[in-house]
DNA sequence: CTGAAAGCGCTTACAG
DNA sequence: CTGAAAGCGCTTACAG
């Protein structure tokens, strides 16, 4: 037996479709009586209205187009946690799409939104803005989340890389810290290279000696680099990783070699991923699920009023532990 | 200017909108002169089709409804990973409803989904059979996963963490331990009961010593059992906590009481957190990227062909590492 | 090979 | 307060 439509309920209640209609809606021009009735026929057929044909009829489907890249265990449930803690407050339901491979299939996937969803919701590092705006659908609100889109024509919510890096080093000028080294994270990406040029920046705004070593954002490349900086007797006493897991790779590299951290070198990292506060590591935590509220927020109200476009930063924030200072408890 | 409709296609090109429909879904009654003039139009327009009006025709919407609980990161993560993965090779989106708080939310969550889904996934740990019953629709397909289904009568998945936990204690027998302890998670969750249970089997079945801390899944409650039974004197050559968190706390408390670990003391977790293989810890990996895969694999061939229902055990793995073995390298 | 028409399950002016 | 009818944007028998 197929699924009860409203006319089912309306014969039931031998009323018209509009009036069940109506009364479903909570509309006020339904007489109590009629009102009962259609709740009866609605329990007992136990109806439940089909929100495609609602969304047709309005033209609106209560749900936002979410379009990822492959993201990464941690950095991807905390967005999704954060789009979905907002959408649900003001109940939309995410209609999730990943992009496995680039190019042609972002095209397709965001095609595929089209009609199920009320806006959109962008990540696409890969891509660049002129490939994104032939791709994004014209009709339809979207939000970039730390997209490269270099003319800042959409509205757009970016990590504020550069206040990040600034914290940490600014924490190690405080901390006495004079030789710097920065293990950069890949080529090409995005937050890899705002990290190191902010690096760059901020070493020379605060008088320090640097140095940047090439990493690849896995554990491996930050063992590697320190090996290294320690075989050629490179002098240094304070190492920021571009994210968290080349910082443990280096702090183990220390540890072997005996260097005491934080006493001889002080480490931080990026990212404030859960190994990191387990190990003591100092890092910035970027709370992507704020990002990601903020991002949902902010496509919402585009819903609902033009929004003017343009950047809009997400500050991290930094998390002192006792790999830069030996004053930190645990 | 709103989106350009099959109507403003058919307009442009000429035809009826039947031919732009028959062109578009490349059936073959179509000339090749006609088709051409539909691409052309369809690209002079920018024309996507709409595709919630196409499933509302085709009562077939090729999206799949997903209702969670509040997951930790890496679990929600990963599930939908292996969702995701499987979902789009066959050309399906998901539909994510998350439930904050539980019971009268489901049934909401459940009916916001009418009319968006071919079919659902379903996990709700806290409500049983009876209540999941009157809450799922009828007409659509669904599967559980990992939710508390006695009667069996729906398609379901399920993590096996009796043969999890038989392979950790048949291991520490293998290696000579005599003396178990099981730190068990909190009371009413469903996998803390099942592993507790395929403990104290196991244990029996192995002629095994044995005895149950509670703990209650955090790193604290590990530490704290271990804490009071080292202060206790009591006996015990392997602890097998209900998860890594627990495992990792109990490390701790013996690494400080200078406890030889896996000397005196074999300590496996269950889960298999990136931490876990960071401290080398043995532990049962759940693999619950495959489990999302399946369960999803299997909801859509219950789109084509009936389920027979019940349950499908989802085997876990044993990761053997340094705290149960010391012949293991890291 | 093509078009006119009905239908998918809703909502909402319009008329009464 | 209520109903008949048109419409949301598609698909698909039916006829030609």
Redesign the interface.
């Known amino acids: 037996m197929?699924?009860a439509t409203i006319r089912d309920v309306a014969r039931l209640a031998q009323v018209s479709v509009a009036t069940v209609s109506r009364a479903l809606n909570g509309l006020d021009n339904v007489s109590d009586l009629t009102r009962t009735r259609v709740s009866d026929a609605v329990r007992e057929l136990?109806y439940?209205?089909?929100?495609?044909?609602?969304?047709?009829s309005l033209s609106r489907?209560?749900?936002i187009g979410v379009v990822l890249p492959d993201?990464h265990?941690?950095f991807?449930?905390?967005l999704?946690?954060g789009l979905?803690?907002e959408a649900?407050r003001s109940g939309y339901?995410?209609?999730?799409?990943?992009l496995?491979r680039g190019g042609e299939q972002a095209a397709l996937a965001l095609?595929?939104?089209?009609?199920?969803v009320d806006g959109l919701l962008v990540m696409a590092p890969h891509l660049r803005e002129a490939e994104l705006s032939a791709t994004l659908?014209?009709?339809i609100p979207a939000v970039l989340i730390n997209t490269r889109d270099e003319r800042g024509g959409r509205p757009a919510l970016h990590l504020d890389n550069r206040a990040g890096v600034r914290a940490v080093v600014e924490h190690f000028a405080a901390g006495g810290r004079k030789h710097l080294v920065h293990i950069a994270g890949p080529r090409g990406n995005i937050d890899a290279e705002e990290r190191a040029e902010a690096f760059v920046e901020a070493a020379k705004a605060n008088g320090l000696d640097h140095v940047i070593a090439q990493g690849d954002f896995e554990e491996e490349s930050g063992e590697a680099v320190v090996k290294d900086l320690l075989a050629k007797g490179h002098r240094f006493d304070a190492i920021f990783a571009a994210n968290d897991n080349m910082a443990i790779g280096a702090l183990q590299a220390l540890n072997e070699a005996r260097v005491d951290v934080p006493g001889k070198v002080a480490i931080a990292g990026f990212d404030d991923i859960?190994?990191a506060r387990?190990l003591g590591l100092t890092t910035v935590s970027v709370r992507i699920s704020e990002l990601g509220e903020r991002a949902l927020a902010r496509l919402l109200n585009a819903l609902v009023e033009e929004d003017a476009g343009g950047d809009e930063l997400h500050a991290p924030e930094l998390v002192i532990r006792r790999t830069t200072d030996p004053k930190v408890a645990k």
Chains 1, 2 share one sequence.
């Open positions: 197929p699924d136990g439940v209205p089909h929100a495609g044909a609602r969304s047709l489907t209560n749900a993201l265990g941690e991807f449930s905390e999704v946690r979905d803690r649900s339901l995410l209609l999730l799409s990943n496995h095609s595929a939104m089209r009609g199920r659908p014209s009709g859960p190994l387990h």
